[in-house]
């Protein structure tokens, strides 16, 4: 099966398995994914908001278009990566993500990774990195890979939060460029 018919079986089993029903009875759409299934970065946020729930495609609002801007300072399109989030459905007023949702959706998104195969998984923002890296403080390990189970993760602080917030901004764009030396490294080590 190709990778395109892999991902949209685990987007079946997700209706299928009545996974987080109560978000599901309030969201217009399930929102999976976007981009490449053969990238070599997997972005993962944290939940869709109102334009994603609308769009049914993660990051088309503001911290979207920041996604993209940042994508384009490094020479990359949406088509080059793929974006997913933790949760996929939207919490109702955007709501943080509850723990139990992330843990419902959890075995879905390794799925995802385990399909798409990345080489680099780029967490975006707090909710997406604790499932990953858990105990540690992203103010603390942001821009920095870490290595887990056979995966690289690469902790980033998430656009919506550095949107309205000069210095994260800052931090994030600058973490940001990295992100091809980083696959560069990872590319040399694995020949
Ligand atoms: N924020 C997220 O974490 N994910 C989206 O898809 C949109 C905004």
New binding site residues.
């Given amino acids: 099966m190709v990778k395109q018919q892999l991902l949209d079986q685990i987007r079946a089993d997700i209706i299928a398995h009545n996974v987080c029903p109560d978000l599901a009875k309030q969201a217009t759409n399930l929102?999976m994914g976007d981009g490449n299934p053969d990238a070599d970065i997997l972005f993962i946020?944290?939940?869709?908001?109102k334009h994603?729930d609308m769009q049914g495609k993660?990051?088309v609002?503001a911290?979207?278009k920041f996604l993209d801007e940042m994508l384009h300072i490094i020479g990359l399109k949406r088509e080059d990566v793929y974006i997913s989030?933790i949760v996929k459905y939207r919490p109702p007023n955007n709501r943080d993500p509850l723990p139990q949702e992330k843990t419902a959706f959890w075995p879905y998104l390794l799925r995802q990774i385990k399909v798409i195969e990345p080489k680099l998984i780029v967490t975006?923002?707090r909710h997406s990195m604790e499932n990953f890296l858990p105990g540690l403080k992203i103010s603390n390990v942001h821009g920095q890979p870490k290595r887990r189970g056979g995966m690289v993760i690469l902790p980033l602080f998430?656009p919506?939060a550095a949107l309205y917030n000069n210095s994260m901004r800052d931090t994030l764009l600058e973490d940001f460029k990295t992100l091809p030396k980083i696959l560069e490294l990872i590319n040399k080590e694995r020949k």
Wanted: hydrophobic residues 35%; aromatic residues 6%.
């Fill in positions: 929102v946020g944290e939940a869709p908001g994603e993660p990051f609002g911290a979207g989030n975006l923002g998430h919506a």
